[in-house]
Every structure is written in C-alpha cells, then in structure tokens.
C-alpha cells in the first residue's frame, strides 16, 4: 500500500514539474468585428506574423479563417500563437465566392478590417500600422469593417 502511493505521489509531482518546465505555447487570439452592412456571406480573418503579403496575399498568412456573420457581427479564434508581433486583416466576402472583390482601380467592393482600425492612403495599410504586440495570454481585438 506504502509503495502504490508513493509511485502515485510521484507521478504527481513528475507531472507538475513537467508542467512547470514547458510553459504554454501561446494562447488565443480572438477577433470581433463589427459594423457589417449586412450578414451575407462570411468574413475572411488572416493573422499575419510578418509584413511579407500584409494585408492582401493569404499565402502569406500564418492562419486563416471564415467566419459566419450574426447580426452585423462576426467572431474569428485563431489557434494558440506565441507571443509575438502580429497583424490582422479581414474582409467581408458579401457573396461568399472566397475572395475580396475588386472594382475599378482596385478598390474594395466589400469591406475590409485592420488591426489598431488602421487605414491606408491610396491603399491598403501597412504592417506597421497594424501591428500590435501580443503577450501570448488570451486576448480579444475589436475591429470595424469598412466599406
């Protein structure tokens, strides 16, 4: 009896100092975004690590994710990320076809979400003006869709 508990009592504190020695990974990352004209279609959310294709190549992004819309809303979880610098770009792909939709001179025909709301003059915004720092604990960013 004396022996099964103390095998118990250290695979327990094996265990917790397992835990103590390999910290989290990252935590979530969650994105809201509001003000959509309408709750057709999705919202597209791409994190990005790294100024290369910000805001517009989904290549380039470390995750990617289609969110559905409820009430003018929409709500992307991206999967644990290390603490680190990051951007988001979203977009509200109105007709569902997987893609932001471009009218004359490549202008957004749907809306389109930054990280910090930034914005761009003459286009999109940059990396800098919509990296934020993320501390690796769960956090939630707010954004607002613009048409």
Same mark, same amino acid.
């Given at each position: ?49 790294? %100024? ?72 999109? %915004? ?22």
């Amino acid at each position: 009896m004396r022996a099964a508990v103390a095998i118990g009592a250290a695979v327990v504190l094996s265990t917790a100092a397992a835990a103590q020695a390999d910290p989290p990974r990252g935590a979530v990352l969650t994105v809201r975004v509001s003000r959509l004209r309408s709750s057709d279609g999705q919202v597209g959310c791409m994190l990005f690590a790294s %100024p290369k294709g910000f805001p517009a190549d989904p290549s380039a992004a470390a995750q990617k994710r289609w969110c559905p819309i409820h009430e003018g809303a929409s709500t992307c979880a991206f999967d644990p990320i290390p603490a680190g610098t990051y951007a988001v770009a979203c977009f509200h792909d109105e007709n569902g076809n997987g893609k932001l939709d471009r009218g004359l001179f490549g202008i957004p025909k749907e809306g389109t979400a930054a990280s910090n709301d930034a914005k761009g003059f003459m286009g999109p %915004p940059s990396f800098e003006k919509a990296m934020f720092r993320f501390a690796g604990v769960a956090a939630t960013l707010d954004l607002h869709m613009e048409y």
